[in-house]
């Protein structure tokens, strides 16, 4: 993979995993600034257990990760919360409290990380809401919106500490196809609006064409990455023939039965 120039992520030599047992070895990637990104593979081969390291969950095995030119496995736990801000991540269902509004989801990492006042918070708040089309919604409790909506209002917490990188669990998952279509069209509304640079945990094939610059191909027998590059290309030309079956409906079929 072509190295980029001041990458907002870069992973060296990177092996994770759980009791000093490996789940992916020698990793080597970075990602570029506006880019999406995506991490694409079969079931169990180690797609959420690298993206839980990236955002400094976990500590790994061996190697480093580096968020805009910083270790986050080598900085003291006050940095490492400092990096951490710097990033927002959107999990697989939204990971909302059930107890709270979907406003005071929100307002939470701002209570927590800045000095702002209950009026200023409240003006972000709503701010926040717009961008995701759920400006009427922030009275709501989490259990009265659908999941499309859930995942927004995720995503809007994310948003909250405007931060330039953004990581994604699955954001298409369990959602039906017009749904996910228009959360991808606010990725993409995000990414040219506000200039963000997204890494994306996903096997759904229609979005990763829809929206992934870049992509990588983890593979659980080999522990390792297969094949990186443009997601068409890939699935056109890779010199893999596993990761062109993947890249197309028939194969990712064939991997998760």
């Not at 926040?128 to 709501?140: E, I, P, T």
């Amino acid at each position: 993979m072509k190295k980029a120039e001041n990458p907002v992520v870069e992973v060296k030599n990177l092996t994770v995993g759980y009791n000093n047992r490996p789940v992916l070895e020698n990793l080597n990637f970075s990602v570029n600034r506006g880019e999406i990104f995506a991490i694409m593979g079969g079931s169990g081969c180690g797609k959420s257990t690298l993206l839980k390291h990236m955002i400094g969950l976990y500590t790994p095995i061996k190697g480093d990760i580096k968020i805009f030119g910083e270790s986050i496995v080598k900085a003291g736990e006050q940095r490492k919360r400092q990096l951490m801000r710097r990033f927002g991540v959107t999990y697989q269902g939204g990971a909302l409290f059930g107890s709270m509004t979907v406003a005071e989801n929100i307002a939470l990492p701002l209570e927590e990380f800045t000095d702002l006042s209950r009026k200023e918070i409240h003006e972000v708040v709503q701010e926040k809401l717009r961008w995701v089309d759920l400006a009427q919604f922030g009275n709501y409790q989490p259990a009265e919106l659908s999941g499309g909506m859930c995942k927004r209002a995720g995503l809007a917490r994310a948003l909250a500490l405007d931060p330039q990188l953004l990581f994604f669990d699955e954001p298409s998952a369990g959602l039906d196809p017009i749904t996910s279509a228009e959360l991808d069209r606010l990725i993409l509304r995000l990414r040219r609006d506000l200039g963000s640079t997204m890494v994306i945990v996903t096997h759904e094939l229609d979005s990763v064409f829809a929206i992934a610059d870049r992509i990588i191909m983890l593979d659980k027998k080999t522990r390792s990455i297969v094949d990186s590059g443009a997601p068409r290309e890939l699935e056109r030309h890779s010199s893999n023939p596993w990761v062109r079956q993947f890249l197309s409906r028939d194969g990712l079929k064939r991997d998760l039965n």
